[in-house]
């Protein structure tokens, strides 16, 4: 089993609609948990950041960890053309490296 | 502030041949990360420096890669000689300790 799993999709949204990208994970010892989008021929760029358990908001985005179901969650509300790319889950691995998802692509249609 | 450079941005070689990368972090930086990206797949660490010092390459295939980190500022990763699953694109990654890490463009390697 992958420490990080995440399927790769791609998915296919209209404007406007709700997102729901997830995560699991095998590892209980992550604490750090965090979102990257990265568009096509980029590197990837920090979306949101948790530490352990609960949500955060930050504008559209909304980023959920569930600890005992080892589960992670991005939502994003009222989806735009410009919110298409590749959205990488991530957590902290031993030390401060990142251990990725495979990531998901998204691709929102005007 | 000037993020992450790398260079080249594109390079194609055939395979056994060697190639190198090059990375600037962002100025006062003093953690810098190597990862390897697949296509398809998440980035995976290949090297971690903290200033010149290296902190984890467990995952860097010794045999044909190697990084160097001198003065504690820019990097260079090698490859000696490619295999065509090399075929990828290296990304370099800066952050202050525990910190936020920020990504570089990366470079697009594709080995024939």
């Known amino acids: 089993q992958k420490e990080v799993e995440q399927d790769p999709g791609p998915l296919s949204v209209p404007e406007g609609a709700i997102v729901s990208l997830n995560c699991t994970y095998s590892n209980s010892a992550f604490q750090y948990f965090m979102w990257y989008r990265q568009y096509s021929r980029k590197g990837p760029e920090l979306l949101m950041y948790t530490y352990s358990s609960g949500n955060k908001e930050d504008g559209r985005f909304t980023a959920q960890v569930d600890k005992s179901s080892k589960y992670i969650s991005l939502f994003i509300r009222d989806s735009q053309p410009s919110d298409s790319a590749t959205y990488l889950c991530a957590m902290d691995g031993t030390g401060t490296a990142l251990i990725f998802g495979k990531g998901t692509t998204l691709s929102v249609s005007s | 502030e000037a993020g992450v450079a790398q260079s080249p941005r594109y390079k194609i070689i055939e395979k056994r041949q060697s190639v190198a990368f090059w990375c600037n972090p962002i100025?006062?930086?003093?953690?810098l990360y190597w990862y390897q990206q697949i296509l398809g797949q998440g980035p995976k660490l290949l090297i971690q420096?903290?200033?010149?010092?290296?902190?984890?390459d467990s995952q860097l295939p010794k045999d044909r890669f190697s990084a160097e980190r001198l003065k504690g500022v820019d990097s260079t990763l090698k490859i000696q000689p490619a295999k065509l699953e090399d075929s990828a694109v290296y990304l370099c990654?800066?952050?202050?300790?525990?910190?936020?890490?920020?990504f570089g463009p990366g470079t697009r390697l594709t080995v024939t």
């Open positions: 420096f903290q200033n010149n010092g290296v902190v984890d």
């Open positions: 990654a800066s952050s202050r300790p525990r910190d936020e890490q920020y």
């Open positions: 100025s006062g930086h003093a953690t």
